[in-house]
């Protein structure tokens, strides 16, 4: 055999045309850009684009309500103040997605793990903001839970991803007490909306793991009675419920921001002409999409909705054919977790769902939270990353629904085999 034709052997004298060392960084740039999900960036980049232009509307509105005799607030205050946050989130985003898998899971794990400490110290050492104890100061204030969320995917995903290694191993009871521990922190702050949030990624992770659909069954019992007790023994929980129910004067802010989203109409009334969101609570954050329905009109909303369905969508199309139970697993909590904090802000502020205290991610103005969310998507990205020259033989999402078309492989008990295409 001609000796340019013989294969690698390990061990033997390195061919020429491969790298010697470690790679330059400009190769690992190339690398990365070779196996990131571009659209998918691109996507994310769109949105927070279009969440710069809605801060710089809704901040006047929230400085206005801000300022006093003493202290005028900047109309652009809260504007100035996103875009610096938002160059901290970019390279955050930027960084983390650069991680290979393995190390991205290692981070992830580490994430859940200390924030998981930090939650336990909230009700002792966390600061009080409108009644809720959900903030923790070191040095910047911000709300471990919002780092957590990244983290709960990964961890979730990593817990449930043992079992391919032994299928005896107890891991749903393991990552059902995860989630009910992290429920019970949750719900001391108190934080009904993030503990429901959290109990639905774990949801996600569970039925794409093939847990037996009877013992979800009887969780999903469980879930259901945790939720009615609550309603009874969870005063904040019961007023908010009862006030989107039956209107009241306590939480008005649910009704004001529905008013005010479909105040401008199609077109909306035009940049810095809203009136109804000068009296809007919470303006810049968690009814911002209210704001970009007063001046930019419901097709702007429909633009931002469609924007999220596609975000999800490519994500999901992106695990159609992947792989690695871990990669699937995480990759699918971390959408969801996105998505559904996403779904939850839009039907807030469409009078659809009791007031959350729930930020529109990627385009609210969120400080500390930007920077958690710009965190999440990085993981994702770094989760996703994938040699566009692989090809897969193995079960994805795709098969794991019903609708893949893997190719039936010989040997079942083999490890997973990739074909190179050209």
Known sequence: MNAAMQPYVPGKRQPAHMPKGKLSRWSELKIWWREIDRVLLLLVLLLMSLGTIAVAAASPATANRLSTASITLDPLYFFYRHLAWQVLALGTLF????????????????????????????????????????WINLGMQFQPSEFLKPGFAIATAWILSWRMRDPNMPVAGIATAYVAL?????????????????????????????????????????TIAGLTATYFLYDNARHRID???GGGTAYDQVDLGARTLTAGGWTGAGYGLGIRKMSLPEAHTDYIFSVIGEEFGLIACAIIVLLYLAIVGRVLMRLLDEDDLFALLAGA????????????????????????????PLVSYGGSSTIAICLNIGLLLAITRRNPF?????????????????????????????????
Do not use: C, Y
């Not at 939650?119 to 600061?127: D, E, M, N, Q, S």
């Not at 909590?333 to 529109?360: D, R």
């Not at 893949?404 to 990739?418: E, L, N, S, V």
């Open 390 to 422: 692989l090809k897969s033989r193995t079960m994805g999402l795709g098969d794991r629904l019903g609708f893949g078309q893997m190719a039936p492989m010989k040997d079942h008990t083999g490890p997973a085999r990739r074909e190179i295409h050209p």
């Open 182 to 222: 992290i429920a019970a922190l949750m719900m001391m702050q108190p934080d009904f909306g993030g503990t429901i949030l959290f109990a639905g990624v774990w949801f996600v992770a569970m039925v794409l793991s093939g847990i037996d659909m009877k013992r979800m069954g009887a969780v999903i019992g469980a």
């Open 243 to 245: 006030s989107f129910i």
């Open 95 to 134: 960084g983390v997605s650069m991680l290979a898998r393995d190390n991205a899971r290692r981070f992830g794990l580490l994430l859940a793990a200390g924030m998981t400490v930090l939650l336990f110290l909230v009700p002792v050492l966390g600061a009080e903001i409108n009644g809720a104890r959900r």
């Open 333 to 360: 909590g971390l959408i969801a977790m996105l998505g559904g904090q996403a779904f939850i802000n839009i039907l807030v502020n469409l009078q659809l769902f009791p007031s959350k205290g729930m930020t529109l």
